[in-house]
């Protein structure tokens, strides 16, 4: 139980549009989810956090209008990065939790590359 | 606030050999700590976590880690190293009073014949 997914799994996008990952739980009710970047043999960094019905919660030095986050149900919170630019290019992963449980469960991420 | 210091970027070992991760956390309340793992272009799998239960903390794939309050750690070990333990570790303390991560800089296993 609690698998989490990510979709694509990879994008190729030119510059300037926007690209939508999606993030879904598929065995279990994410009250919480999480979205991270990472750029290559680096560490997560969080972006921001969101809950269902609510607007997202963005870490200082995220653009909050650039990386749209839209949680609309309770397994899927939806990440659209806007007029994506080349400095964008990253590995894109999500978690989510479940209740109260502060365990993150892990989407296998999208490699997101913009030309 | 809380972070986690993982110190050596890489790591090598032979197969058979013992693993050693170490990971030093700060924190000003007993914290979450948990390690994970990532095999290239994929997600993290967790490991093991340490929720202020037992000090010893057993993994899957025969990983385990020990806090150790009076050094501030949390290595992680696995006393035979395999091939397929080669991958990236990160080490993650719980931020706060909510489910946010922190993660430490990563450690690449490299196992060698």
């Known amino acids: 139980g609690a698998v989490v997914s990510q979709h694509p799994s990879w994008v190729i996008c030119k510059s300037g549009t926007s690209v939508k990952i999606e993030c879904r739980s598929l065995?279990?009710?994410?009250?919480?989810m999480f979205w991270y970047r990472q750029f290559p043999k680096q560490s997560l960094m969080l972006m921001a956090t969101?809950?269902?019905?609510?607007?997202?919660?963005?870490e200082q030095g995220v653009e909050k209008d650039k990386f749209l986050i839209n949680h609309a149900s309770l397994t899927l919170s939806t990440l659209t990065v806007t007029s994506a630019h080349p400095e964008d290019s990253s590995f894109y992963i999500c978690?989510?939790?479940?209740?109260?449980?502060?365990?993150?469960?892990f989407g296998p991420g999208t490699r997101l590359t913009v030309t | 606030a809380q972070s986690v210091t993982q110190l050596g970027s890489h790591v090598s070992v032979s197969e058979g050999a013992l693993v050693l991760l170490r990971c030093n956390y700060s924190?000003?309340?007993?914290?979450?700590l948990f390690w994970y793992v990532q095999y290239p272009n994929q997600g993290l799998q967790l490991l093991l976590k340490?929720?202020?239960?037992?000090?010893l903390v057993k993994g899957i794939n025969d990983f385990e880690a020990e806090f150790k309050k009076s050094e501030t750690s949390f290595h992680l070990t696995k006393p035979s190293a395999h091939m397929s333990d080669a991958a990236e570790y990160f080490c993650?303390?719980?931020?706060?009073?909510?489910?946010?991560?922190?993660f430490g800089t990563g450690t690449q296993l490299k196992v060698e014949l």
């Open positions: 978690s989510a939790t479940r209740d109260s449980n502060y365990e993150q469960y």
């Open positions: 065995d279990f009710q994410a009250t919480t």
């Open positions: 969101s809950n269902e019905g609510s607007k997202a919660t963005y």
């Open positions: 924190s000003s309340v007993p914290p979450y």
């Open positions: 340490y929720t202020s239960a037992a000090t």
């Open positions: 993650a303390v719980r931020k706060g009073g909510g489910n946010k991560l922190t």
